[in-house]
C-alpha cells in the first residue's frame, strides 16, 4: 500500500497542470458571447482545413494499418515492403512543411475556437513535428525500423541444432530444472540480439540525426514531448518510483530466491537470469505456494479465447465481432508476440496473439481485448485524429486491468470455473504472487527506461555492458559470467515501440486509479483487489463513458483528473 501511495503521488505531480472545471450553481444562467465574425471565420479555416487533414490521414492510416496486419501475419519480405511504402507515405504526409504551418497559424487565434477544434489541431501539429525532415531521410528511418522488425518476425531460434518458437522455448524452461539446460534454453531466446544488434545501434544513430534537424536533443527527448509528457518531470517520477521499491523488491526478491534456490538445488548466490523463466525477468516465476496454470491447465487454447469473448460481453462490452476478425494462434513466419490494431478507427480492430492454454496467455488475451474494447467503443463522431485513447498510459492501463484479472481470486471462481474453497485457501498467496509481478514488472520497466535514454543520449557507448550494469542495479540479477552480446536487442519495443515503456508503469498507475473509481461506483467497501467483476454490466457501462468514448479529446491529464476523480 505504502508502494501505491508513492506512486500515486509521484503520478498526480504528472497531472498538476489539471484543474478542475467550475460548475454554475443551479438556477443560474450562464451568459454566452456572440461569436465576432473574425472567430467565426477562424472556426471555418479551421473546420475545413481539419475535414481535408483527417480525410487523407484517415485514408492513409487506414493503408497502413492493412499493410501492417498482413506484414505481420504473413512475414513475407514483400508484405514487409509493402508495410514500408505505406508507412513512408504516411510520414510523408505529415512532414508537408506547409501544411504545418497552417496549423500553426490556426492555433495562434485559438483562443477563438472552440475546445475540440483546438485539441483536434494540437494533435495534428504533435504528429507534422516529429516528421518535419526530407524524403531521403523519411525512408531511410523506415526502411532501416522495417528491415529489423521483419527479422523479429521471421527469426526462429536454434536449440541443439532445431529450429524454434519463442512459445515453445518459454514452456521449456518453464518446466526445465537442469541449470545447464535452462542457460542453453535462455541462450536461444537472446539469439535475435546478435542478428538485430548492430542495425538497432546504427538506427539509433540515424534517429538522433534526424531529431537534431527538427530541434530536439536526441531521438529519446522528442519522443517524451511528443507524447506530452515533460522529461524531467517523468524522470523524477521514475526515479522515485525506484526509491520506493527498492526495498520491498530487495525484500521480495530475497524470498523468491529462496524458492527459485530449492527448486534448482543451487545456492542462492549462485543464481543466474536463466533461472526466472523470463528471458527478461520481467514476469514473476511460479510461486512454491500457488502454480496459476493449473487453473487452465485442462483448457485447449480456443477456450482462452472463447473465455476472454465470454467476459467482455457479460460486462456489455462485445467483442465478439472483434475476436472475429483477429488471428490468436501460432503459424509459420507469423509475429510471435501479441498487439491489437485499430485498421480504420471506425469498428474495423483486430487483436494478434498466439495463444495457449496458460494463465499468462489469459492475461495477455484479456490485455489485447482491453485494447480493442477501447478502439470499439471510442466515439466515431470525434474528428479522426482525436478518435484514439486519450493517450498510450490510458489504454495500457485498461489493458492491464482486464489482464490482472486471470490471475484474480473472483475471477477464477466466477469465470474459469475453479473451485470456491480451493481458490479462498489459495487467496493469499495469489495476492502474493499478484504483488511479486507489480514489484518485478516495475523494476523491470526502470531498466528499459534508463536503457532507452542512455541509448539515445550516447548510442556509441558499451551498451552491452551498460545493459547489465541496469539490470543489477534494479533486477538484482547477475550478469553471465564473460558475456558480451546484445542481449538487450532481444526486446523488440527498442524497433517497434521505441521510448514507450514508460507507460506501462504509468498505464499501473491508472489501472489502480480506475480500480478506485470502480469501487466507489460500485459501492465495493473491500480491498479493490476484491472487487467483484462477474456479470457487472456496471463496469462496462462505466468505462464505456467515462474512458471509451472521449476518445484523445482531452489532454491525458485532465482526462484522468476527469475520469478517476
Partial sequence: ??????????????????????????????????PTEDEENLTVK??????????????????????YWKAANSGKAEDFDAYAATELALKTFHSDAERYQTLLGLLEGRDKLSPLLQRSLDVAVLAFKGNQLPPEILKDLVDRATEIEKTFNTFRPTLDGQKMTNNDLLESIAKETDSEKRKSMWLALKQVGGAVGPQLVELARKRNEAALVMGYKNFWDMQIRLQEHDPDTLTALLDDLAKATDEPFRKMKLDLDGELSRRFGVAPADMR?????????????????VQLDTFYA???????????GKFFKAIGLDAD??????????????????????????????????????????DTMLHEAGHA????????????????????LTTEGIAMLFGALAKNPTWLIGYVGADATQVAALTPALLEQRQREQ??????????????????????????SLWYDLVERFQLLQRPA?????????????????VYYHNYVLGELFAAQLRGALARRLGHAGPTSTIDYVDRSEIGAFLDEMIFKPGRSLPWPEFVNVATG
Fill in 273 to 289: 537470469p536463466w533461472h526466472y523463466d523470463n528471458p527478461f525477468f520481467q514476469q514473476a516465476p511460479p510461486s512454491e505456494k
Fill in 373 to 392: 474494447v477501447y478502439d470499439k467503443y471510442t466515439d466515431r463522431d470525434l474528428p479522426f485524429n482525436l478518435r484514439d485513447a486519450a493517450h498510450i
Fill in 298 to 308: 485442462q483448457m485447449k487454447r480456443e477456450d482462452i479465447v472463447n473465455l476472454g
Fill in 439 to 464: 514489484l518485478i514488472f516495475a523494476r523491470w520497466t526502470m531498466v528499459m527506461f534508463n536503457f532507452e535514454k542512455a541509448l539515445y543520449e550516447n548510442p556509441d557507448q558499451d551498451l552491452n
Fill in 321 to 362: 465481432d472483434l475476436i472475429a476478425a483477429s488471428d490468436f494462434y501460432e503459424r509459420e513466419g507469423k509475429d510471435q508476440h501479441a498487439f491489437c490494431i485499430s485498421i480504420d478507427r471506425a469498428g474495423d480492430v483486430r487483436m494478434l496473439l498466439n495463444v495457449k492454454p496458460t494463465a499468462e496467455w489469459m
Fill in 46 to 67: 479551421a473546420t475545413k482545413f481539419l475535414k481535408q487533414y483527417n480525410d487523407e490521414y484517415a485514408a492513409k492510416d487506414k493503408a497502413n494499418n492493412l499493410a
Fill in 482 to 498: 564473460g558475456r558480451d552480446r546484445a542481449d538487450w536487442a532481444a526486446k523488440p519495443h527498442f524497433t517497434i515501440a521505441p
Fill in 1 to 34: 500500500m505504502r508502494i501505491l501511495l508513492a506512486m500515486l503521488v509521484a503520478v498526480s505531480m504528472l497531472s498538476g497542470c489539471c484543474k478542475h472545471k467550475e460548475t454554475q450553481p443551479a438556477g443560474e444562467e450562464v451568459a454566452t458571447a456572440t
